[in-house]
């Protein structure tokens, strides 16, 4: 039950931190590139994240650490899903304003089930229909209110 509290809040503070993120990126003037921003915005988190995460470091098995697939796992989620991602965040967000780019978080669950789906054969059921349905729903609402 902790666990399920715990993990709650911290989805809550990600999405919080996200949309803070989301909105201050408006406010860096425009002559800054997207990498430069993506690489601050890394760094900070490393400073931050990095206490949470050394008691975690004496339990690893670093003859495990070593296989080749447990490293491209590593980078791939390293420099694709994370840096690659947030220098994309970050130059939509330049050329949109936070409010319209925003809208666009709402179809990460949906693509990650696409590819889950695509790439690893896993099933899709009909509550992840109802769900991207009701995105779609939210998101063309909110288009259309603009």
Known sequence: MIRLILGGLSLLIAALTWSLMSVLIKRVP???????????AILVAIVVLTPFTIGRLAKLDFQTMTHPTIWGGLLYLGVISTACAFFLWNRGLQLLNASSG??????QPIVGTFL?????????GFSFWIGTILIFIGVILVIREG
Request: glycine share 12%.
């Open 116 to 124: 889950g789906w695509i790439l690893l054969g896993e099933q899709i």
């Open 30 to 40: 425009e002559h800054y590139s997207p990498i430069v921003v993506t690489s601050y």
């Open 102 to 107: 925003g809208l666009f978080f709402f179809f």
